[in-house]
């Protein structure tokens, strides 16, 4: 359950963040915010989905019926995260260990503490 929670507070952190601030999220990436649609993108995909992750792992806390597989979804997607970030190795070369290699661990720590969580 303690791993449940800590995945959820991640969650909850990087979609209020998102929301609060979209172009502070993403400046440790080099990418530059250009107006209000990109904005509003990165709110939609960081803020709304972080939060609904959140959400969703919170109710999975509370219903034993959805438990196993909503936690499984989550951990696949920061998995194919993580793997997102290895096949972007082959084509770049991050120039630090932070932000990308960073997030590569964190989210793969996150999906391992979710698997383990239902084993």
């Known amino acids: 359950m303690i791993g449940i929670i800590v995945v959820a507070v991640f ?13 502070a999220l ?4 080099g990418i530059q915010i250009s107006g209000p649609n990109a904005r509003s993108e990165v709110r939609a995909v960081y803020g709304g989905f972080g939060l609904a992750v959140a959400g969703m ?9 959805i438990r196993r597989g909503a936690v ?7 998995a194919g995260m993580a793997a997102g970030r290895l096949i972007g190795r082959v084509f770049d070369r991050p120039a630090a260990f932070y932000p990308i290699w960073f997030y590569f661990w964190v989210e793969l720590v996150l999906a391992a503490i979710l698997w383990f969580s239902i084993s």
């Open 26 to 29: 993403v400046r440790p990436f």
């Open 57 to 65: 792992l919170v109710v999975a806390l509370l219903d034993d019926g």
């Open 72 to 78: 499984i979804a989550v951990a696949v997607a920061l």
């Open 11 to 23: 969650f909850a952190g990087m979609g209020i963040y998102g929301l609060a601030a979209p172009a």
